[in-house]
């Protein structure tokens, strides 16, 4: 058994301190439901855990209707869905972070642990990237906001630097007539991961008649979550008819790259992906046309 030293910072600069002189050796533990399950594994071997739920930045979860919502690193995924500026105007957060693991999970985990942990098959990540979100990442130095479909690199990686801490996850504030949805197949009801999970969102047009623009992220069928940018080239200003969602669908499937696991062949997850990425389409706009 490896020892493994713990501090608890309770202020951002004494953070920063400690990854700017130990970051290599150091991991950063928030609900710990990812870390905690390799370190038992030994896939995971720090010298120090860095335990960021005390510090003040990291549990701010504020909503600002010019700026969007801010959701601290440390802000448990319960708080999150439970907030009515988040219920109201961000379901597709509230769909993916409804269903990650079960309540017991959802007590300790976090929207930052699950971006940070860059899982393929992570729930939260491709609502993330249809939301048009962004990373406040601070070193001792300074901080830079990164597009959240720039941040994950390959499975279990990202673009985050050894000395780096992710405060805040940005969002922004809904635009007129705009829905978004997350869904996901798996093979039972809950606790399991995703075999193709897709985030949608859509702006319409006044009328309700045509896309302004679309955004779609599938989950679980490449090395890091993917944005189907040729979804978005391909809708923006078309009709909504049946045609065009079945062309998103095929084009969906295109653009996955999708393994075979014991969850699913990669045949099996293209067809989910044609499949749910209309599926999800379809609440997005019903979703916009409430708005
Ligand atoms: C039983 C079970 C069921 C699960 N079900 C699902 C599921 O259905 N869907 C799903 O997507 N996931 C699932 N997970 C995975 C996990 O719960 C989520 O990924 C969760 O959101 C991770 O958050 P956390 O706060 O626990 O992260 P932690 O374990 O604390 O951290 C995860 C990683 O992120 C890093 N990190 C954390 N915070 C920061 C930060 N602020 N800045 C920089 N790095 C940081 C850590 O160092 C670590 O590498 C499940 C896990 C379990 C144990």
Not at 192 to 218: H, M, P, R, Y
Request: with cysteine.
């Amino acid at each position: 058994m490896k020892y493994v030293d713990y501090e608890r910072p309770i202020n951002l600069k004494a953070a920063l301190e400690i990854l700017q002189n130990n970051g290599e050796t150091t991991k950063i533990l928030a609900g710990g439901t990812d870390i905690l399950t390799k370190l038992r594994i030994r896939r995971e071997l720090p010298d120090l855990l860095l335990d960021s739920k005390e510090i003040p930045e990291l549990n701010e979860l504020l909503y600002n209707p010019n700026s969007g919502l801010t959701v601290g690193g440390a802000v448990p995924l319960y708080k999150l869905y439970a907030h009515a500026d988040v219920k109201k105007y961000y379901q597709a957060i509230v769909d993916s972070t409804k269903i990650i693991g079960g309540i017991p999970i959802q007590g300790r985990a976090t929207l930052g642990g699950n971006l940070c942990n860059a899982a393929p098959s992570a729930d939260a990540i491709p609502a993330l990237i249809v939301l048009g979100a962004t990373a406040s990442i601070h070193n001792l130095n300074g901080s830079r906001e990164v597009s959240i479909s720039e941040f994950c690199t390959g499975p279990g990686s990202t673009i985050l630097k050894n000395n780096e801490i992710v405060v805040s996850i940005n969002i922004p504030a809904p635009k007129q007539n705009s829905g978004a949805h997350y869904m996901r197949f798996i093979p039972r009801n809950e606790m399991d991961i995703a075999v193709v999970g897709v985030g949608t969102s859509v702006k319409l047009n006044d009328e309700g008649s045509k896309f302004e623009d679309v955004q779609v992220s599938l989950a679980s069928v490449a090395p890091t979550p993917l944005h189907v940018t040729s979804i978005t080239d391909y809708l923006s200003g078309k009709e909504i008819n049946d045609e065009n969602i079945e062309k998103a669908g095929e084009l969906a499937k295109d653009a996955s790259k999708p393994i075979s696991d014991m969850r699913g062949t990669a045949e099996y997850r293209q067809h989910l992906c044609t499949v749910l990425t209309k599926r999800s389409l379809k609440q997005s706009i019903e979703r916009a046309k409430e708005n």
